[in-house]
């Protein structure tokens, strides 16, 4: 049986039983800046490891301030090789990100990353 465990820019690794308690954590995500949620799967979904999320509001205005909302998704993948890949796309709305991570867990459904950026490089060296 598949399980998921979360980790948080405050909290350590954790299992959790409900989507109520990972859409609190996400939450998170539209009222505090510079939050991520991990969720990490038992196995992999389809090749994905674990998705990630991060926030990344800006301020803009100067008499009256207002936030963009911008979220970064990340995918690890393994690939068949046995490496991992790790692949990233910009959305701007928190539907989407609850969307993804919401079907990871109750469907086992994966994002489409052909058109996500590889940043595994980046991330790995």
Same mark, same amino acid.
């Given at each position: 049986?598949q399980?998921?465990?979360?980790?948080? +820019?405050i909290q350590?690794?954790r299992?959790?039983?409900?989507? +109520?308690?990972?859409?609190?954590?996400?939450?998170r995500l539209?009222?505090?800046?510079?939050?991520f949620?991990i969720? @990490?799967?038992?196995?992999p $979904? @389809?090749?994905v490891?674990?998705?990630?999320?991060?926030?990344?509001?800006?301020? /803009?205005g %100067?008499?009256?301030?207002? %936030?963009?909302?911008?979220y @970064?998704i990340?995918? @690890?993948?393994?690939e068949? +090789?046995?490496?991992?890949?790790q692949?990233?796309?910009? $959305?701007?709305?928190?539907? &989407?990100?609850r969307?993804i %991570?919401?079907?990871f867990?109750?469907?086992? /459904?994966?994002? &489409?990353?052909?058109?996500? +950026? &590889?940043?595994?490089?980046?991330? %790995?060296?």
């Open positions: 049986m399980q998921y465990t979360i980790i948080t +820019d350590e690794e299992s959790f039983s409900t989507m +109520d308690e990972i859409s609190l954590e996400l939450q539209q009222r505090e800046e510079g939050t949620v969720l @990490n799967a038992s196995q $979904v @389809n090749k490891n674990y998705i990630q999320a991060m926030n990344h509001c800006h301020e /803009k %100067f008499f009256k301030k207002s %936030f963009v909302e911008l @970064n990340e995918v @690890n993948t393994t068949s +090789d046995g490496g991992n890949k692949y990233s796309y910009t $959305v701007g709305s928190f539907e &989407d990100v969307s %991570f919401s079907e867990i109750s469907l086992g /459904k994966t994002p &489409d990353v052909s058109g996500w +950026d &590889d940043i595994t490089e980046t991330i %790995f060296g």
